[in-house]
């Protein structure tokens, strides 16, 4: 492999990942320091204070129906994801019949077959987060579901669905940003400059749909 080659792409691919990282780690900041700042917090605020009005209300039929969409939506994505896994898995078997067609794009990364196999490894890992946390999001939101049945007298009622709720959230968000983070990866498959291009790109629509 030569090292001419390949040193561009690890700064390009490195900084693409770092900046992605750096870019969660301020989000966390800003969402714990400054919540106003952060739809993830508003969110969560606006979640608790709906739920706390439709359980005191008895309005179990409308809470069901926005735990029940949750559900169908994270089990559709989950259900994509392990099929995304499978797709790349049975693509590492085919790198002969892939790996020129893969590089016609790539102006001056890496051609090997070991590096190519290292991109669908980390794509792989994406999607087997996103269906790690859109399974923990169904198990949270079932028993939520079953939770706001009991009613705030109970103590395992409003207390318990409001945190089933907030940990089927995360764990929705978690597995929504898993898929974000698929699209640079895929892009890295044409070309670091490429990638590169993705996650310029992605951080733009973060940055709007964050604020």
């Excluded at 204070?49 to 089990?75: C, F, P, S, T, Y």
């Excluded at 940003?177 to 629509?205: D, E, K, N």
Aim: charged share 15%; proline share 2%; with cysteine.
């Amino acid at each position: 492999m030569n090292p001419n080659i390949v040193l561009p792409e690890l700064i390009l691919v490195g900084g693409s990942l770092a900046s992605l990282i750096g870019y969660q780690l301020w989000l966390l900041y800003v969402t714990k320091h400054r919540p106003r700042q952060s739809a993830f917090a508003r969110h969560k605020l606006l979640r608790r204070g709906w739920i706390e009005r439709a359980i005191k209300d008895n309005n179990d039929i409308l809470i069901i129906q926005n735990v029940r969409n949750w559900i169908m939506a994270a089990n559709f994505l989950a259900s994509t994801a392990i099929l995304f896994v499978l797709g790349l898995l049975s693509t590492v078997f085919s790198l002969d019949r892939i790996s020129s067609k893969a590089h016609m794009l790539n102006f001056f990364g890496s051609h090997s077959d070991e590096v190519l196999v290292f991109k669908i490894l980390l794509l792989t890992l994406a999607f087997l987060g996103a269906f790690f946390n859109f399974s923990l999001c169904l198990r949270s939101m079932t028993h939520a579901s079953f939770m706001t049945g009991l009613g705030s007298e109970h103590v395992m009622g409003q207390r318990g669905a409001i945190h089933e709720l907030e940990l089927g959230a995360f764990h929705y968000m978690i597995g929504i940003r898993s898929y974000y983070l698929a699209m640079p990866l895929s892009l890295w498959f044409f070309g670091p400059i490429w990638m590169v291009l993705g996650t310029v790109l992605l951080l733009i629509i973060l940055r709007r749909i964050d604020r």
